[in-house]
């Protein structure tokens, strides 16, 4: 992958957008000392070459009764490539599933999950998780405490 050329200002506009990503375009281009025109400018220029991948609003996972976070190591029958595009297009097909990531190391596949509590990971695991194509093996860690989350990319 080709690193982008980012400038001192390109830096701040992409702070200022990660603590903030509602923040106006007039506020934005009055804290980067730039028109907001060129300021506009910029954050579509950053959009377009992919630096800026898209904007959302963070959920509290307690308010909306998912406040158990559930990180899941799955190994593989096989590391084939016809039998890691079933697994991962089983996953997609998986809405409780937040995030799957390709691991090198013991497990093929570390999977996060929002749950309520242990009864509903039970129950995800026995719909779905149990049910994803080639899986061998899962082993499950509850998270205790959340110390960092979401952070914003260093720059």
């Known amino acids: 992958m080709l690193t982008i050329e980012l400038d001192a200002t390109d830096r701040k506009i992409l702070s200022l957008l990660q603590a903030d990503g509602r ?9 980067v000392n730039l028109s907001a025109s060129a300021c506009l400018r910029r954050v579509q220029r950053l959009e377009d070459i992919g630096v800026i991948e898209g904007y959302s609003a963070r959920l509290s996972r ?7 976070m559930v990180f899941v190591e799955i190994s593989l029958q096989s590391q084939a490539e016809d039998a890691l595009d079933a697994f991962e297009a089983g996953v997609r097909a998986c809405p409780e599933i937040l995030e799957c ?55």
């Open 62 to 68: 307690a308010a909306i009764g998912r406040p158990t």
């Open 23 to 31: 923040i106006t375009n007039t506020e934005l281009s009055e804290r």
């Open 101 to 155: 990531h390709l691991m090198a190391g013991q497990a093929d596949y570390l999977l996060k999950v929002a749950v309520a509590d242990t009864a509903d990971f039970a129950r995800i695991h026995r719909e779905s998780l149990a049910r994803l194509p080639g899986v061998r093996q899962l082993h499950t860690s509850f998270a205790l405490r959340t110390i960092v989350a979401d952070a914003a990319m260093p720059l």
